[in-house]
């Protein structure tokens, strides 16, 4: 289940985990298998890594929670950098009220993204 959540793509040096158009509305019960492909992801992943969230409209505290889990382990690597893309505006807004936007890059797209890390 969780494989049909996120794709993960390499670009470069650069890890890309997109979440499908399933977790637009990122509930509850999807929490538990985008996790764990997030983490199965982030095992493997190259230091840098960006979180595609252009189909999701909505996210609650439990995946702040796990984006947050996964930014300290990309941290933790050598040149390890972690950037958001394609937020929504009532996802951007969530992370500016807990300043997350202060921590961590937020892109408008996944090419300024890209450009952004690949320029790391």
């Known amino acids: ?11 470069d ?3 890309i985990l997109t979440l499908s158009p399933r977790c ?3 509930s509850e019960s999807l929490i538990q298998p985008v996790n764990e ?4 992801a982030s ?3 190259q230091p840098k890594v960006l979180v595609d969230l252009e ?3 909505f996210f609650s505290s439990s995946f702040i929670e796990i984006l947050f889990r996964l930014w300290k ?3 933790e690597k050598p040149g390890g950098r972690f950037a958001l893309a394609s937020v929504s505006p009532d996802c951007l807004e969530i992370l500016q009220v807990t300043n997350l936007t202060t921590v961590w890059d ?3 797209d996944r090419d300024a993204a890209l450009a952004a890390l690949a320029e790391s």
């Open 1 to 11: 289940m969780s494989a049909s959540l996120v794709t993960v793509e390499t670009h």
């Open 13 to 15: 040096d650069i890890t």
């Open 24 to 26: 637009a509305n990122l």
């Open 37 to 40: 492909a997030f983490l199965e």
């Open 43 to 45: 095992a493997a992943a």
């Open 55 to 57: 189909h999701v409209s």
């Open 73 to 75: 382990h990309i941290k």
């Open 106 to 108: 937020v892109f408008d």
